[in-house]
């Protein structure tokens, strides 16, 4: 069974910064991507930014230019830098990995993420 731990959440003023980690435990012999989604009260869950085993990135449009996502693949890591924080990035953050071998989909618990303003 995989399991992921995720922690760095918290309150923060806006224009701040958070950094959430999170580290996946239990058998994953391949991965496809580890990422990190988010979802606001009243809102569906959406990406905010997924990195492959290779290193490739991708980011909502949203956070494009102020979030930056990165993995330790040794230590089955993934890391997410929120910089110049906006209210609107308030919401609950999941860490997902899409694990190849052997095959599954796995998510954190979730952690909270208050920007005021």
């Known amino acids: 069974q995989v399991q992921l731990v995720e922690s760095g959440g918290g309150l923060v003023q806006a224009g701040g910064s958070l950094r959430l980690s999170c580290e996946a435990s239990?058998?994953?012999?391949?991965?496809?991507?580890m990422g990190w989604y988010r979802q606001a009260p009243g809102k569906q869950r959406e990406l905010v930014a997924v990195?492959?085993?290779?290193?490739?990135?991708n980011y909502a449009a949203s956070v494009k230019g102020r979030f930056t996502i990165s993995s330790d693949n040794a230590k089955r890591a993934v890391y997410l830098q929120m910089n110049s924080l906006k209210p609107e990035d308030t919401a609950v953050y999941y860490c997902?990995?899409?694990?190849?071998?052997?095959?599954?989909?796995?998510w954190g618990q979730g952690t909270q993420v208050t920007v005021s303003s």
């Open positions: 239990g058998r994953i012999l391949r991965f496809h991507t």
């Open positions: 990195i492959t085993d290779g290193g490739s990135t």
């Open positions: 997902n990995i899409d694990v190849a071998l052997p095959v599954g989909v796995y």
